[in-house]
């Protein structure tokens, strides 16, 4: 079982995570005035009608994305409120940039967060690991850039690396309560992306390898 985490590395996360957040929200407005990213707009158009109809249901299930539009709706009508005194649905047409910035700060937030679990899945496995592992998430320049986007590319990201963990955490630990949220959050990445399935696998070779875990051969 590895050490608990203590205040010199809760300051270190702190730090990685805000020099990680520092990193990608230069770019957020990457492309402004234009919007070319072909995705984006999947994630933020549902959110008008679900306003509007005082709903839940984002009315799409092709990718789904639900997680991420979901987190929208909430994050960006406290926005429209906050700043505009209007619903989203009213706001957006007139401050379509505004919102986008503010929805990719959502995910560059997201991808903040990735560095500090890839620390804690290598502190899983040897203490020394968890630092080269976090530094290469938080500087890779393949996940600053997509954490640029309203995409659901850095959120099963991050849901997959929270899964790894905690089904570590659950053959570290003996305690089930780690494998429920490995399984929780499974189900959380299959609804932003349904390749997100297969992530199930994780906590069920989890099982496997704690069942077969000092049988004899």
Known sequence: IQDKINTKEIFFLFSLFSISLLIRSIGVKHGFPLLTHPDEFVILNPI?????????????????????????????????????????????????????????????????????????????FRPRLGLPMALVF?????????????????????????????????????????????????AINTAEKYPGLLSLAIPVAGVFIKHFEGQPN
């Open 48 to 124: 008008v009608d679900m306003t509007r109809n005082h709903t839940l249901n984002p009315g799409v299930y092709n990718r789904p994305n639900h997680i991420l539009i979901l987190l929208n709706f909430f994050y960006l009508n406290i926005i429209s409120y906050l700043r505009f005194g209007e619903n989203f649905a009213v706001a957006f047409p007139l401050h379509q940039l505004n919102f986008y910035h503010y929805a990719r700060l959502l995910i560059s937030f997201m991808g903040s967060l990735i560095p500090v679990f890839a620390y804690l899945i290598g502190k899983e």
């Open 138 to 186: 938080a500087f890779f320049p393949s996940y600053i850039l997509h954490s640029l986007y309203i995409t659901p590319d850095i959120p099963i990201t991050l849901f997959t690396l929270i899964i790894i963990f905690f089904t570590l955490k659950f053959l570290n630990t003996e305690r089930n309560e780690f494998l429920y949220l490995a399984i929780l959050f499974s």
